[in-house]
């Protein structure tokens, strides 16, 4: 029971005074078995779900979460393939992802390609091995109804290849450019657009890339102007600010 049916039915008087504040208490939060915390009201405060991160969590809790969280779609991410398989043959109604490392409950996303290239937001990735993390960006954006494309393998060793993609990138809000190696594709791309660019380095490279490092550097340093630079595979926080500005400009 949610916060407007609460209201509506005390309004009615269906419940009592006594009996609204009785769910209204337990509303803010889920105490939940197996140390887990749900946040029932994040929706309400910042307008989008709980989306769980399910590293380093068992299957049990995970299971817990999504028998016992009330929600009727919810997102898990970083999850490893073990864990996600076993919650797909358990729950009817979850799809998981293994190349995005994602479980989605309640609502199937279709990824297969090709992918929808151009919309409202659109990704970007350097190279084909950054698409784990641009898949996470993509049915993380998904998730939130974002309208969104996914442009791949564009990066710097051949550029020709974004070339013909730059009308798709300026009709769009805001570009989301994942890369790894040096992380240079983000400052290439905010040297050719206006465009908001939200840069998600990867851990992809050789040894001196030092999983991740050298490009979240490179971002940081760019010298193109308009790049904020997301924590290295960070998909979903990518997907997620997307869609806090993009929201922002409807209201």
Not at 31 to 56: A, M, Y
Not at 160 to 166: A, K, Q, V
């Amino acid at each position: 029971m949610d916060i407007k049916h609460i209201l509506r039915d005390l309004d009615n008087g269906n419940i009592s005074v006594d009996e609204a504040f009785t769910f209204l208490k337990d509303l803010p939060y889920k105490k939940l078995p197996n140390g887990i915390c749900l946040d029932s009201h994040r929706e309400i405060r910042t307008g989008h779900r709980e989306v769980i991160f399910g590293q380093g969590k068992s299957f049990e809790q995970l299971k817990t979460i999504i028998e016992k969280s009330g929600m009727d779609k919810l997102l898990i991410t970083k999850l490893d393939i073990k864990t996600g398989k076993r919650l797909e043959k358990l729950f009817d109604k979850g799809v998981f992802y293994p190349e995005a490392k994602i479980f989605i409950f309640g609502e199937k996303i279709p990824l297969d390609p090709p992918w929808q290239e151009d919309g409202d937001i659109i990704i970007l990735t350097a190279g084909a091995s950054d698409l784990p993390v641009a898949l996470e960006t993509y049915l993380c954006a998904k998730f939130f109804d974002l309208n969104v494309g996914l442009i791949t393998d564009v990066g710097v060793a051949g550029l020709h290849r974004l070339l013909p993609y730059l009308d798709i990138l300026r009709a769009a809000k805001i570009l989301i450019v994942v890369a790894g190696m040096e992380g240079a594709l983000p400052s290439v791309v905010a040297g050719i657009t206006g465009k908001p660019i939200l840069a998600v380095p990867t851990s992809v490279g050789y040894g001196a890339s030092f999983n991740g490092i050298s490009a979240l550097l490179g971002m940081l340093n760019s010298c193109a102007g308009g790049v904020s630079v997301l924590n290295i595979d960070n998909g979903f926080g990518a997907a997620l600010m997307a869609a806090k500005i993009f929201n922002s400009f409807k209201r």
